[in-house]
């Protein structure tokens, strides 16, 4: 008989935990209170970059391990991954990111830069288009046997119940599961409008104000523009003052999107903590595998903590 192996929590975190545990050899269930298609993965931009998330020799090798396996989903169009061209600007100084060694092999050259910039970088990073990888995703869990159901654990003991090995991936649902006061919302917001023909995203992480971020991720069917980071802040109510904040923004770098037609605007809430916390326990006959607090990188970093959630789970 294959292990029993449930997973709690279905957004990017907790699904790729799911499928690598059944593409090795046990049998999944996966619990979620809300629907998927409502969860902050499904809103997020999905560009592989690591921001808002710690610690960083953790973070970085979980990256690493995360953007190969987009390098070869890349190659298959039905996954909805591609490699796209970005140019990341500063004002102040570059990010100390692209000094790790783990990533000297990212392309990557000097780009052109201008007021109120100092410098810019042309990298070329995955994209996880949400509205196909997602889908695709899915696809893999049920051909690999895994079983949905809608569900909402009020304790964990109900889920240290269900099975041999758990994992809490629940993201900010997580911290009431644990009583872990230092799980925080870090709450995002987006505006999708129609792309005027966009291929090239624009990255500017070193914003003037805070709590504003400012990107541009453009997909086949709209451009996802960002965003806000307003730690503590749990609402997820579309600001109209963001919104058009966020579209002035981008707008700015680059002209075209004036005038695109506005398709959506969403709010998810980025889990934030001090550190993820990736790690087991022992309850009774059940190991427990803590995997939340991904920040706003969990598309950045999910392969490669679902690959440590399958080395945890055999010790």
Not at 15 to 25: F, M, N, Q, Y
Not at 73 to 100: C, F, I, K, N, Q
Not at 124 to 132: D, F, G, I, M, Q
């Amino acid at each position: 008989m294959k292990p029993d192996a449930l997973v709690v929590g279905a957004g990017v975190i907790g699904l790729t935990s799911a499928v690598r545990l059944l593409e090795h050899g046990w049998r999944v269930r996966l619990w979620s209170a809300d629907d998927p298609r409502r969860l902050t993965s499904a809103v997020a931009a999905a560009l592989w970059y690591p921001y808002r998330i710690a610690p960083a020799e953790r973070v970085h090798r979980w990256a690493r391990a995360t953007y190969e396996r987009y390098l070869h989903l890349a190659g298959d169009p039905s996954t909805g991954v591609r490699l796209a061209s970005a140019t990341e600007l500063w004002r102040t100084t570059p990010s100390e990111l692209w000094a790790d060694p783990l990533f000297a092999d990212v392309p990557r050259h000097p780009a052109p830069s201008r007021p109120p910039y100092t410098g810019a970088l042309r990298l070329r990073l995955p994209v996880a288009e949400t509205p196909r990888h997602l889908p695709w995703l899915w696809r893999r869990f049920y051909a690999l046997g895994g079983r949905f159901e809608r569900r909402w654990v009020a304790h964990l003991e109900e889920a240290l119940a269900a099975a041999e090995l758990v994992v809490l991936a629940a993201g900010l649902g997580a911290g009431a599961l644990v009583g872990d006061a230092t799980l925080v919302p870090v709450r995002g917001q987006v505006v999708r409008v129609a792309n005027p023909g966009l291929e090239e995203v624009w990255l500017d992480l070193d914003p003037p104000e805070p709590g504003a971020v400012t990107y541009v991720v453009p997909r086949r069917d709209d451009v996802v523009l960002g965003g806000t980071a307003e730690e503590g802040r749990a609402d997820t109510t579309a600001d109209l003052a963001q919104t058009a904040a966020i579209r002035a923004r981008c707008a700015a770098l680059e002209p075209r999107l004036a005038a695109a037609p506005m398709l959506g605007v969403e709010v998810g809430l980025r889990p934030v903590r001090p550190a993820v916390r990736l790690e087991a326990e022992d309850h009774g006959g059940t190991r427990l595998v803590h995997n939340y607090g991904h920040g706003g990188a969990g598309w950045t970093v999910a392969w490669g903590c679902a690959d440590e959630v399958v080395a945890l789970a055999l010790r």
